[in-house]
């Protein structure tokens, strides 16, 4: 018997349920384990080394409670005229920053760490998609973040959301967007030797 074929479970490190939805929309059912990492420990300034050192850390710490699964680990946030936006801490917040990304274009970058510990590997990569904004108005905004939803996702909207609504279009993986790519995904479970079409059965 193959590796590809011994059908590990696969374990989410992480509470979200965007997350959760995207992997069980694909035929995967994930084991769920929250890592609760506090993420101000982790002080990287550039994007794509703050999301893969945070995707690391959260699946670092959920790995070894299941030996014999793989455990993913992500994060996720948005960068808009070189600054990092990661969720909005208030209501405030939110509005201020969506008066800041109307019109704009922003990359959401999302950290994907892989841990097999049966082969003693973790592989991890990130993924950038631009986001293009919608030019919108202060009462939309308001709006949009009386509905409380922008407070629980990085970059302030959900895409998979009422947040669609305000984004003209969006380059690269639009499963990123929502804080897991597939596509990537795919790729990292068939450098480990595994077929992503086996875990449909699990």
């Not at 710490?61 to 208030?90: F, M, Q, R, W």
């Not at 917040?93 to 510990?117: E, F, S």
């Not at 905004?141 to 996702?153: D, F, M, S």
């Amino acid at each position: 018997m193959t590796r590809a074929t011994l059908l590990p479970k696969l374990v989410l490190a992480s509470a979200s349920p965007a997350r959760r939805r995207l992997l069980e929309t694909a035929g995967l059912q994930p084991i769920i384990c929250p890592s609760h990492v506090d993420e101000s420990q982790v002080q990287e300034t550039e994007p794509t080394a703050l999301v893969n050192a945070l995707a690391q850390k959260k699946a670092e710490t959920v790995a070894p409670h299941y030996p014999d699964a793989l455990t993913i680990g992500c994060d996720s946030v948005l960068a808009i005229a070189n600054e990092i936006h990661g969720k909005p801490a208030d209501v405030a917040t939110a509005i201020a920053r969506w008066q800041q990304m109307r019109g704009q274009v922003g990359t959401l970058y999302t950290g994907h760490a892989l841990i097999d510990p049966m082969q003693g590997k973790t592989l991890v990569y990130a993924q950038l998609t631009q986001i293009h904004f919608a030019d919108v108005s202060d009462r939309q905004i308001a709006a949009y973040v009386a509905t409380g939803e922008p407070l629980n996702c990085a970059g302030c909207f959900a895409l998979e959301g009422r947040g669609g609504l305000f984004v003209e279009r969006i380059v690269g993986c639009h499963t990123n967007v929502i804080g897991l790519s597939l596509p990537l995904l795919r790729r990292m479970l068939d450098e480990l030797g595994y077929d992503v079409t086996n875990f449909w059965d699990v």
